[in-house]
């Protein structure tokens, strides 16, 4: 088979794919795993082969990424059970006032985004964020919109989150400066969400609170303090970065291999330093606040039980990567992109752009497009700081035009009580525009680092 065959059977596979789940309502993991198998057949792949990198794909990836997630999860889940995300938010908005309670929103959504899935983030903050609007008379929708964007951001772009912790290890991207660069380009999205959210929303779209919604304090003596969440949350990832820090130094020359750099490594390393802030949390979140060891089991268990899904569409997505790489097709898809001149990064957006607006999961959208970017990384090298950057560029083509086939979408129109055509003209916009601003932020990046 000639290499443009090669590339039509990626492109027909890539279809295929859409079809199975789309069409035939097929669970993204089957989908992956059979428009893998029809990839390596239609390629010419002895099965045994296939066989062998469905098992490969699979063990590779889960082996660097299922650890992350599930320690992440119940991080997540603490952090939600413990009331510390309405602690953050309760102490922003004391601090910066009423007036000011939608960038208090957005800071929150930033930080708690980190540990939490988006739609827990979401609905946990839903009492407060009705409240304030409550009782400044305000839009429900100019405290939601700082908050959902900056969920929404920092979600994508920032581990331990599952989707930026797969893409970068089915990579192998270092989690340090997929931390650091997400981190650096999360900010100024979330102030682009921010100043939507204020100078358009507040102006235009006025969402009454729900008649149905029955306001009420619950209280606030038992939250955690504003510092311990901050602490909780700051401990991976300051660790993950010494971690990537020492390791830059080393490789510099600036300082020597010790048993304090191994040290700072270990602890640094992805899973040890989650580990450790889960364990710090039962303590801070947990126990120091009455939390039972039976409280404490109930929860982790509860946070394990969206993981098994998690993980079996990131494993899909390594076999579809595996089958790229082992049948060859890797390397067309390679020479053909550095035939045409096309930044991987920019492959890399457009792959999951189109992905994640076809289907609606950027979940989906980063595994797929990290199997397509990954055997041209593997026959094309790339240093770590790029690597990382071509996962935030497909990070960033996963927020792209969130609309009807995503559930994001009907969580924001449902939960605000706004219409379709409110919602279209509001988050598909601005997730858009966010897509494409985090798109010109990863070209910028990649230009100033080597």
């Given amino acids: ?101 939608p960038l208090a929103f957005a800071i929150t959504g930033f930080i708690v985004a980190i540990p939490v899935f988006f739609d827990v983030g979401f609905i946990i903050m839903l009492p407060l964020i009705f409240a304030v609007a409550s009782k400044t008379k305000r839009s429900v929708a100019t405290f939601a919109f700082p908050l959902i964007t900056a969920l929404c951001i920092t979600n994508a772009f920032v581990p331990p989150t599952p989707g930026p912790v797969a893409t970068a290890g089915a990579l192998e991207a270092n989690m340090g400066y997929v931390i ?85 490594k270990f602890l640094g390393t992805s899973y040890i330093a989650l580990l450790i802030a889960v364990l710090l949390s039962f303590y801070v979140l947990g126990k120091r606040r009455g939390f039972h060891k039976e409280d404490l089991l109930e929860i982790s268990s509860k946070a394990f039980l969206p993981v098994g899904l998690i993980m079996l569409v990131t494993g899909a997505g390594g076999i579809f990567k595996q089958v790229l790489l082992d049948s060859g097709v890797g390397d067309v898809i390679a020479s053909m992109v550095k035939e045409f001149g096309l930044p991987v990064i920019l492959l890399g957006y457009i792959v999951a752009a189109f992905i994640r607006v076809s289907q609606g999961s950027g979940m989906v959208a980063m595994i797929t497009a990290a199997g397509i970017v990954n055997p041209i990384i593997a026959v094309s090298p790339v240093s770590e700081m790029q690597k990382a950057l071509i996962v935030l560029a497909i990070a960033a083509g996963s927020v792209m035009a969130s609309h009807v086939n995503d559930s994001g979408f009907w969580l924001v129109c449902k939960y605000l009580n706004m219409t379709e055509g409110q919602t279209l003209k509001t988050w598909t916009f601005i997730t858009t525009i966010l897509s494409l601003c985090a798109l010109v932020l990863v070209g910028i990046l990649s230009l100033i680092v080597a």
């Fill in 180 to 264: 650091l660069f997400g981190l650096i380009i999360s900010v100024p999205l979330v102030i682009i969400g921010y100043l939507y959210s204020i100078k358009y929303i507040d102006r235009k779209v006025f969402i009454p609170v729900p008649e149905h919604v029955v306001l009420e304090d619950k209280g606030k003596e038992n939250l955690p303090s504003f510092a311990s969440v901050i602490m909780v949350i700051a401990v991976p990832i300051i660790l993950i970065l010494s971690n990537t820090g020492a390791d830059a130094l080393i490789k510099s020359s600036i300082i020597q291999e010790s048993v304090f750099t191994q040290i700072i």
């Fill in 1 to 101: 088979m000639g290499d443009l065959g090669m590339i039509l059977v990626v492109v027909l596979g890539i279809a295929f794919l859409l079809f199975l789940v789309l069409k035939c309502k097929l669970h993204a993991f089957i989908g992956l795993l059979i428009a893998s198998i029809g990839v390596g057949i239609v390629v010419g792949m002895p099965l045994s082969d296939i066989s062998a990198s469905i098992q490969n794909g699979m063990g590779s990836t889960l082996g660097s990424v299922a650890i992350v997630v599930g320690l992440g999860a119940v991080f997540g889940q603490l952090l939600e059970e413990s009331g510390g995300a309405q602690s953050l938010a309760s102490a922003m908005i004391k601090r910066l006032g009423n007036e000011r309670a």
